[in-house]
């Protein structure tokens, strides 16, 4: 794998003071609005929603910029798709097997036609 | 970390320094090494108890049984719940404490720095942590014997709410927790070092197919472990805390209600386990694959059959086995299409593992075969991991996964492949690499009794699982004759234990020939199989530092019988 | 020695060893994590009712740490900055308030923790406060291990040695991405325990 960082200039990597000032700003405002929606006490769907996508722009900010992830060396972004990837599996698949067990919860009548000969 | 003074061809370190708290990833690799040994052979002792007990229920355990405390063995016939103990930690023990250690942290600690030309590890003081990790995590998973409550009883799969009941449980977690940590630092080590630390001119597609293996192990480690260290803090807080993330509401216990708040999902724990768990079985089963590879390759004197195939092959096994994970689960109650997903995905992981044994077998065609002790292992190798792999097929079809879930049949898969394939493979690999390790071979006639014995036995204990299984055996009795239809095939039961007898007996001579070989075994050179790779072309054993000077590699790893070269073999260092 | 591999591009990643390794532990912590967050999420889907965070938690607190923890994310960055420039002053100055921001984080969480249990709250109480103390408390172990890391950066800054050491700005920077992924943690833990 050709080394790219090596060959760039060395100030590509100097940390950028300002751009940390600003950012820093923003994750404080968001953080006020997250807590801000939340108070209005919407629906549970649309709350969640909302809160993640806040989420979402706040840990991709730190990530972005205080890991420096924005201009890193390809092979870290290739490690952490590769991760992604592999979490994306063990994240859905319980979920959506939890969301089997809520519905035998809810609906038990499918649990009963299976076995028509135990019903009174 | 890395790049500190670690004192390389400076002043001799003390004893202390240089075997025990060692940095040196070959002390460190050794280290590995006798400790997984030894507790292979613990594992291997309480699976003897409790063979005892499958073959003769209820008659005393002769010699030992009077050596045990009268709650465990009353009278010294074993109790049921000593029985479940054992059962437990013979699981716990091979799998976290003695295969995986001997595949990962033994050989690839020793040999990967030294296949890719590399001075040491890329994190020395890690790999050191790593090590003193394991052997607390070790050493206190031994000791929950000795604990108030005894040792875990829940299986080595520690099902909720059963482990959550079972007095025990709290110990085994803990030392895993440490066991996983240590493999964690251990992982991060191996992929630094092998995306790094490689010798000029070694590309990855020069790499030997044992280094590739070990890179997908660790990957393999390194994503799988967290999710069952998180499933076992949660586990952790049912048992010490009283929450119920495991424990549903209403759970009826010995007649009483329990008194949790209940709300929480055993199968949830299941999903996290069999997430590490069937990973876990490739960082099992792809080592010892890399370890046959390079054995075949050295005794065929020709190359692979098929290097990318194999190398590709390992790769998606490594994607595909976190794809898997819930065939282990179809009778559980899991969603019915979530079944069918994960048949389909085991239909498909079958298809790499078939490719790696084809090219193995073809690498055999039309080869000069130099029957030596380790090749004996690899060629029986090649069909029992072979039987191993293809009895797995009707455990992952929903249809006939139902019947044989619970029953003897599924030992008996398992254990062809980790026994017959890997213990098989790990074993020949000792006799492959103990010239580099000692400077000195092991006996050759010894190691053949070993081997035939061993094999013949091997087959023997496991053979008769899959007639008792078919026959209905359930795999979870403390006393097989409880159920009148095990009652026919209780006999095997009995050849069972009589050949895990004398598989034990057959390990003694390799015991003996391990140790008096290290010290009295014939004296051998730099590079006595003729081999091509890296890790021949220094000393044996290979100094601190390994290499005199940093290595140039210059071809791929399996050069041999190359036309027009007076030797048959061309070592990757060779400039020409 | 050991990064005499550094030499060889064709063999070398191109990311350095500490960098490499630190990203590849933040790997394992990702799916340590997302774990976590699957259990939360199959047991709150499973659960036939879920408290809503204003009335079961201290949510001012719950901000004020949220506000404490991104600044201690932003001191950490500008030592960093300050290393990279290799002013010691400055260094040890933004390092020490990372510290000291991440004590008071602690501080916060023990009046939370000390609220909830004043009120006979418990981890066994529901599955909601197990979920609450389970994960919060993992989160600060997790801030005990960067306090460790952190403050031992803190005191290899008084030797020279350690500026000499061209490894040194690497274990600021890896040091760095660990309490960032411990900041990204917690951004996403708040709303998930105390606003949805």
């Given at each position: 794998m050709p080394d790219k960082t090596a060959a760039a200039p060395h100030d590509a990597h100097r940390p950028n003071v300002r751009l940390f000032a600003a950012v820093f700003g923003a994750l404080l405002c968001l953080t006020l609005l997250t807590v801000a929606v939340s108070r209005l006490r919407l629906e549970r769907p649309e709350a969640i929603t909302v809160g993640l996508l806040i989420a979402l722009i706040k840990g991709g900010l730190v990530a972005a910029v205080f890991m420096h992830l924005w201009g890193e060396n390809t092979l870290v972004h290739r490690v952490l798709y590769t991760v992604a990837f592999f979490a994306a599996f063990l994240m859905t698949l319980p979920i959506l097997d939890g969301h089997y067990f809520v519905h035998l919860l809810t609906n038990p009548a499918p649990v009963a036609a299976q076995h028509p000969d135990e019903g009174h | 970390m890395s790049g500190d003074s670690n004192g390389h061809g400076a002043h001799?370190?003390?004893?202390?320094?240089?075997?025990?708290?060692?940095?040196?990833?070959?002390?460190?690799?050794?280290?590995?090494?006798?400790?997984?040994?030894?507790?292979?052979?613990?594992?291997?002792?309480?699976?003897?108890?409790?063979?005892?007990?499958?073959?003769?229920?209820?008659?005393?355990?002769?010699?030992?049984?009077?050596?045990?405390?009268?709650?465990?063995?009353?009278?010294?016939?074993?109790?049921?719940?000593?029985?479940?103990?054992?059962?437990?930690?013979?699981?716990?023990?091979?799998?976290?404490?003695?295969?995986?250690?001997l595949a990962v942290?033994?050989?690839?600690?020793?040999?990967?720095?030294?296949?890719?030309?590399?001075?040491?590890?890329?994190?020395?003081?890690?790999?050191?942590?790593?090590?003193?990790?394991?052997?607390?995590?070790?050493?206190?998973?031994?000791?929950?014997?000795?604990?108030?409550?005894?040792?875990?009883?829940?299986?080595?799969t520690s099902y909720p709410p059963l482990s959550i009941i079972n007095p025990g449980q709290t110990v085994w977690l803990f030392s895993m927790v440490l066991i996983i940590t240590s493999s964690l630092l251990g992982s991060i080590n191996f992929l630094v070092t092998a995306m790094n630390m490689r010798a000029p001119g070694m590309s990855?597609?020069?790499?030997?197919?044992?280094c590739w293996a070990q890179m997908v192990t660790s990957v393999l480690l390194l994503l799988a472990f967290p999710p069952l260290e998180?499933?076992?803090?949660?586990?952790?807080?049912?048992?010490?805390?009283?929450?119920?993330?495991?424990?549903?509401?209403?759970?009826?216990?010995?007649?009483?209600?329990?008194?949790?708040?209940?709300?929480g999902q055993p199968l949830l724990w299941e999903h996290l386990f069999w997430f590490l768990a069937h990973p876990e079985v490739y960082v099992l089963v792809l080592p010892p694959m890399g370890i046959v590879a390079e054995i075949i390759a050295n005794n065929t004197r020709k190359p692979l059959h098929g290097y990318k195939t194999i190398v590709v092959s390992m790769i998606s096994i490594g994607v595909m086995s976190f794809l898997v994970w819930a065939h282990h689960m179809f009778i559980?109650?899991?969603?019915?299409?979530?079944?069918?997903?994960?048949?389909?995905?085991?239909?498909i992981i079958s298809v790499p593992s078939v490719a790696i044994l084809t090219c193995l077998i073809f690498s055999l065609k039309g080869g000069s075969i130099r029957f030596t002790t380790p090749m004996l292992y690899a060629l029986a190798f090649l069909p029992l991991f072979g039987i191993g792999g293809l009895t797995g097929l009707p455990l992952g079809l929903t249809v006939t996964d139902i019947y044989l879930h619970d029953t003897y049949y599924v030992i008996g898969h398992f254990h062809f492949v980790v026994v017959t394939g890997s213990i098989l493979a790990l074993l020949g690999g000792t006799y492959h690499w103990f010239p580099k390790w000692f400077g000195r071979k092991m006996n050759d006639t010894l190691g053949k009794v070993h081997f035939w014995g061993s094999v013949v036995c091997m087959i023997g204990v496991f053979g008769p699982m899959f007639p008792m299984g078919l026959a209905g055996a359930s795999r979870r009795l403390y006393d097989p004759t409880a159920q009148v239809h095990n009652l026919i095939v209780q006999p095997l039961n009995v050849v069972s234990t009589v050949f895990a007898y004398g598989l034990f007996l057959f390990q003694l001579p390799f015991i003996w020939n391990f140790f008096h070989s290290m010290f009295r075994g014939e004296k051998t050179e730099e590079n006595p199989w003729h081999a091509t790779t890296l890790e021949w072309a220094c000393p044996s054993p290979p100094p601190h530092g390994n290499f005199d000077k940093t290595p140039r590699v210059h071809r791929g790893p399996y050069e041999y019988s190359a036309p027009g070269r007076k030797t048959d073999y061309w070592m990757q260092t060779d400039p020409a | 020695m050991i990064t005499t591999a550094m030499d060889n591009p064709d063999t070398h990643s191109g990311v350095s060893n500490a960098k490499l390794g630190v990203w590849l532990f933040l790997c394992s912590e990702i799916m340590l994590f997302a774990t976590l967050f699957t259990s939360y999420i199959v047991l709150r889907t499973g659960a036939s009712s879920w408290p809503w965070g204003w009335d079961a938690l201290n949510v001012p607190l719950g901000t004020l740490n949220t506000a404490i923890l991104i600044s201690s994310s932003v001191t950490i960055v500008m030592a960093y900055a300050r290393a990279y420039d290799k002013d010691v002053k400055g260094f040890r100055l933004w390092m020490g308030l990372t510290l000291l921001l991440s004590f008071a984080f602690l501080v916060v969480k023990g009046f939370e923790y000390h609220g909830e249990f004043a009120k006979g709250i418990w981890p066994s109480t529901s599955l909601f406060y197990a979920c609450y103390f389970t994960l919060t408390g993992l989160h600060g172990i997790h801030i005990l291990g960067g306090i460790v890391v952190n403050s031992s950066l803190l005191y290899m800054s008084f030797k020279k040695e350690h500026w000499d050491n061209p490894l040194f700005l690497g274990r600021v920077e890896g040091a760095g991405l660990y309490w960032h992924f411990v900041d990204i943690v917690w951004i996403f833990l708040f709303p998930a325990l105390y606003l949805l």
């Amino acid at each position: 794998m050709p080394d790219k960082t090596a060959a760039a200039p060395h100030d590509a990597h100097r940390p950028n003071v300002r751009l940390f000032a600003a950012v820093f700003g923003a994750l404080l405002c968001l953080t006020l609005l997250t807590v801000a929606v939340s108070r209005l006490r919407l629906e549970r769907p649309e709350a969640i929603t909302v809160g993640l996508l806040i989420a979402l722009i706040k840990g991709g900010l730190v990530a972005a910029v205080f890991m420096h992830l924005w201009g890193e060396n390809t092979l870290v972004h290739r490690v952490l798709y590769t991760v992604a990837f592999f979490a994306a599996f063990l994240m859905t698949l319980p979920i959506l097997d939890g969301h089997y067990f809520v519905h035998l919860l809810t609906n038990p009548a499918p649990v009963a036609a299976q076995h028509p000969d135990e019903g009174h | 970390m890395s790049g500190d003074s670690n004192g390389h061809g400076a002043h001799e370190p003390s004893f202390w320094r240089k075997y025990v708290f060692s940095v040196d990833h070959k002390v460190i690799g050794l280290q590995y090494m006798m400790t997984a040994m030894s507790f292979l052979m613990v594992g291997f002792a309480l699976m003897l108890l409790m063979r005892w007990q499958l073959a003769w229920p209820g008659a005393p355990i002769p010699f030992f049984g009077r050596l045990f405390p009268p709650d465990l063995a009353p009278n010294g016939v074993m109790s049921g719940e000593f029985y479940n103990s054992l059962g437990a930690m013979h699981g716990t023990i091979m799998v976290f404490l003695g295969v995986v250690p001997l595949a990962v942290g033994a050989y690839g600690n020793y040999l990967l720095p030294l296949q890719i030309g590399a001075p040491d590890m890329a994190f020395p003081r890690l790999n050191m942590a790593s090590y003193w990790l394991f052997l607390g995590g070790g050493l206190l998973m031994l000791s929950s014997f000795m604990m108030p409550g005894g040792a875990a009883q829940s299986g080595w799969t520690s099902y909720p709410p059963l482990s959550i009941i079972n007095p025990g449980q709290t110990v085994w977690l803990f030392s895993m927790v440490l066991i996983i940590t240590s493999s964690l630092l251990g992982s991060i080590n191996f992929l630094v070092t092998a995306m790094n630390m490689r010798a000029p001119g070694m590309s990855l597609w020069r790499l030997p197919v044992f280094c590739w293996a070990q890179m997908v192990t660790s990957v393999l480690l390194l994503l799988a472990f967290p999710p069952l260290e998180a499933a076992a803090f949660l586990q952790v807080m049912d048992r010490v805390f009283h929450t119920s993330f495991y424990m549903p509401k209403g759970l009826v216990v010995l007649g009483h209600v329990s008194t949790v708040s209940g709300g929480g999902q055993p199968l949830l724990w299941e999903h996290l386990f069999w997430f590490l768990a069937h990973p876990e079985v490739y960082v099992l089963v792809l080592p010892p694959m890399g370890i046959v590879a390079e054995i075949i390759a050295n005794n065929t004197r020709k190359p692979l059959h098929g290097y990318k195939t194999i190398v590709v092959s390992m790769i998606s096994i490594g994607v595909m086995s976190f794809l898997v994970w819930a065939h282990h689960m179809f009778i559980s109650g899991m969603s019915p299409a979530l079944s069918n997903f994960f048949l389909v995905t085991t239909m498909i992981i079958s298809v790499p593992s078939v490719a790696i044994l084809t090219c193995l077998i073809f690498s055999l065609k039309g080869g000069s075969i130099r029957f030596t002790t380790p090749m004996l292992y690899a060629l029986a190798f090649l069909p029992l991991f072979g039987i191993g792999g293809l009895t797995g097929l009707p455990l992952g079809l929903t249809v006939t996964d139902i019947y044989l879930h619970d029953t003897y049949y599924v030992i008996g898969h398992f254990h062809f492949v980790v026994v017959t394939g890997s213990i098989l493979a790990l074993l020949g690999g000792t006799y492959h690499w103990f010239p580099k390790w000692f400077g000195r071979k092991m006996n050759d006639t010894l190691g053949k009794v070993h081997f035939w014995g061993s094999v013949v036995c091997m087959i023997g204990v496991f053979g008769p699982m899959f007639p008792m299984g078919l026959a209905g055996a359930s795999r979870r009795l403390y006393d097989p004759t409880a159920q009148v239809h095990n009652l026919i095939v209780q006999p095997l039961n009995v050849v069972s234990t009589v050949f895990a007898y004398g598989l034990f007996l057959f390990q003694l001579p390799f015991i003996w020939n391990f140790f008096h070989s290290m010290f009295r075994g014939e004296k051998t050179e730099e590079n006595p199989w003729h081999a091509t790779t890296l890790e021949w072309a220094c000393p044996s054993p290979p100094p601190h530092g390994n290499f005199d000077k940093t290595p140039r590699v210059h071809r791929g790893p399996y050069e041999y019988s190359a036309p027009g070269r007076k030797t048959d073999y061309w070592m990757q260092t060779d400039p020409a | 020695m050991i990064t005499t591999a550094m030499d060889n591009p064709d063999t070398h990643s191109g990311v350095s060893n500490a960098k490499l390794g630190v990203w590849l532990f933040l790997c394992s912590e990702i799916m340590l994590f997302a774990t976590l967050f699957t259990s939360y999420i199959v047991l709150r889907t499973g659960a036939s009712s879920w408290p809503w965070g204003w009335d079961a938690l201290n949510v001012p607190l719950g901000t004020l740490n949220t506000a404490i923890l991104i600044s201690s994310s932003v001191t950490i960055v500008m030592a960093y900055a300050r290393a990279y420039d290799k002013d010691v002053k400055g260094f040890r100055l933004w390092m020490g308030l990372t510290l000291l921001l991440s004590f008071a984080f602690l501080v916060v969480k023990g009046f939370e923790y000390h609220g909830e249990f004043a009120k006979g709250i418990w981890p066994s109480t529901s599955l909601f406060y197990a979920c609450y103390f389970t994960l919060t408390g993992l989160h600060g172990i997790h801030i005990l291990g960067g306090i460790v890391v952190n403050s031992s950066l803190l005191y290899m800054s008084f030797k020279k040695e350690h500026w000499d050491n061209p490894l040194f700005l690497g274990r600021v920077e890896g040091a760095g991405l660990y309490w960032h992924f411990v900041d990204i943690v917690w951004i996403f833990l708040f709303p998930a325990l105390y606003l949805l």
